[in-house]
T-cell receptor, first 115, second 113 residues
C-alpha cells in the first residue's frame, strides 16, 4: 500500500454533475489536507483536518464540500463546478498539527476537468 | 504573513552541470523550510527540510540547500545534474507552531544531454 492514495486519478465532469474525490492515507497520520494545483499558480491550500475536525477553510467556494469521516479518509465532494475549477487536486497528510514540523506526504492527485 | 518567491519558472542545465534553484521566503517567525519535487503525473515528494538545526541541509538524490537568515534565502543545489532530475521543484515555508505550508510557484528544471 502506498502512503497516500487518491481516487479517481482522472475525472471529467459537466457543470451540473455531482462527483467526489477520495483520499486514503495508510501512515497513521492525524492531519489531512486538500490542495489545488492550477497551471502557473502556486499550490493553494483548501482545507485542513486534524483528528477529523476541520481547522481551516481557506475561503473556498461552497461548491467544494470536504468530509473527513475518520483520520484515514478524506473526501472532496464536488457540485455545480465551473470550468476554472479544472485543476489537479492533491491530498496530503502529516503526522499531526501539534508540534508540527511540517513534512507533508502527498498522493498522486486527481486531475479534474470541468466541461 | 509568510510567502515564498522562486526566481525563475524554468531553469535549463546540461547533464553534469551545477543545478541552482533559488528560493526567498518571508516569515514573521522562525520558519521551517522545505523543498519538494514533483515528477510528471505524480504528487509532491519531500527532498529536504530545514527545521532550525544545521543551516546546510542534505536531502535525497544528492540535493542540498543552505538556510541564510540574513538573505532570507533557501537555495537548492546539486553539484552534477542527471537526466532523472528533470522535474518541477517547489520551495515551501511553514511558520513554527503553524500548520499552513505555503508553496512557491515552482521551478521547472530541464536537463539537456
Amino acid at each position: 500500500e502506498t502512503g497516500v492514495t487518491q481516487t479517481p486519478r482522472h475525472l471529467v465532469m459537466g457543470m451540473t454533475n455531482k462527483k467526489s474525490l477520495k483520499c486514503e492515507q495508510h501512515l497513521g497520520h492525524n492531519a489531512m489536507y486538500w490542495y489545488k494545483q492550477s497551471a502557473k499558480k502556486p499550490l493553494e491550500l483548501m482545507f485542513v483536518y486534524s483528528l477529523e475536525e476541520r481547522v481551516e477553510n481557506n475561503s473556498v467556494p461552497s461548491r467544494f464540500s470536504p468530509e473527513c469521516p475518520n483520520s484515514s479518509h478524506l473526501f472532496l465532494h464536488l457540485h455545480t463546478l465551473q470550468p476554472e475549477d479544472s485543476a489537479l487536486y492533491l491530498c496530503a497528510s502529516s503526522l499531526g498539527l501539534a508540534g508540527n514540523t511540517g513534512e507533508l506526504f502527498f498522493g498522486e492527485g486527481s486531475r479534474l476537468t470541468v466541461l | 504573513a509568510q510567502s515564498v518567491t522562486q526566481l525563475g519558472s524554468h531553469v535549463s542545465v546540461s547533464e553534469g552541470a551545477l543545478v541552482l534553484l533559488r528560493c526567498n521566503y518571508s516569515s514573521s517567525v522562525p520558519p521551517y523550510l522545505f523543498w519538494y519535487v514533483q515528477y510528471p503525473n505524480q504528487g509532491l515528494q519531500l527532498l529536504l527540510k530545514y527545521t532550525s538545526a544545521a543551516t546546510l541541509v542534505k536531502g535525497i538524490n544528492g540535493f542540498e540547500a543552505e538556510f541564510k537568515k540574513s538573505e532570507t534565502s533557501f537555495h537548492l543545489t546539486k553539484p552534477s545534474a542527471h537526466m532523472s532530475d528533470a522535474a518541477e521543484y517547489f520551495c515551501a515555508v511553514l511558520n513554527t507552531g503553524g500548520f499552513k505550508t505555503i508553496f512557491g510557484a515552482g521551478t521547472r528544471l530541464f536537463v539537456k544531454a
